[in-house]
């Protein structure tokens, strides 16, 4: 059995059809932990709790002697549902950002969805986005060609996400040194990353949708992106 000090999941949509729950499970039941950081977004928004994948994580959670934290995600706040489901367990709160201080470094720990939320940058590029989008659209139409169509989708979208992308992880960065913290931890974008950025350590949880990836904290205090698939 694997051991660390801490491990950091977010994205993991329980609940999803898409959601790689036995990999999940997999790692959960043979890994040992003290800490245990859910990072947001862990049941997706529109998920029953019946649902076997939820019974099974509850179950589980209430069955091993772990510190949880808990970072609300974007899904779990349009539910305004702060128990998330997981009303039987009573053995953590619930934060919407969260510092943990290993000893070492200090780690400021959020979802990441207030960059779509306050980021003004972030939401002129959307716009902008959109509108290049539409004029695309209108130009293929008058020349009835999808040249324009290809050329926005090769050319034009990379473009504005990779701007997007790090307009993303220079804001996270922002926000810890802002704490006085070394690392940033978040999840959010289902991009699993470890990037130095103006000093600060940005580590992404990644997702369980697409990668089934996680951060594990070693008992020295290093910080490891793993992939469970």
């Not at 709790?49 to 179950?59: E, G, L, P, Q, T």
């Not at 053995?91 to 306050?118: A, E, M, P, S, W």
């Not at 509108?131 to 020349?143: D, L, M, S, T």
Request: charge should be positive.
């Amino acid at each position: 059995m694997q051991t660390y000090r801490s491990l950091f999941l977010s994205d993991i949509h329980l609940g999803s059809i898409h959601c790689k729950s036995e990999a999940l499970f997999d790692l959960l039941e043979n890994t040992k932990a003290k800490n245990l950081f859910l990072v947001g977004d862990i049941i997706t928004q529109n998920a029953k709790a019946s649902h076997s994948d939820i019974v099974r994580f509850k179950k589980l959670i209430n069955s091993r002697d772990w510190n949880i934290i808990y970072i609300l995600g974007n899904h779990e706040k349009d539910r305004k549902v702060k128990q998330i489901k997981l009303s039987t367990v009573n053995i953590f709160k619930t934060y919407n950002t969260y510092i943990y201080d290993n000893g070492k470094k200090r780690i400021y720990l959020t979802h990441g969805d207030i960059f779509h939320q306050k980021d003004i940058f972030q939401k002129l590029l959307k716009w902008t986005l959109t509108k290049v989008k539409k004029g695309a659209k209108k130009i293929e139409q008058k020349r009835k060609t999808h040249n324009t169509s290809t050329f926005y989708h090769l050319k034009i979208k990379p473009l504005l996400q990779k701007i997007l992308h790090n307009a993303y992880v220079t804001y996270m960065s922002s926000l810890a040194k802002k704490k006085k913290c070394q690392i940033v931890i978040c999840g959010h974008i289902h991009l699993p990353e470890r990037i130095v950025k103006n000093g600060i350590i940005y580590l992404n949880c990644g997702d369980w949708i697409n990668h089934a990836s996680y951060i594990a904290e070693d008992e020295a205090g290093n910080f490891h992106l793993i992939s469970a698939s």
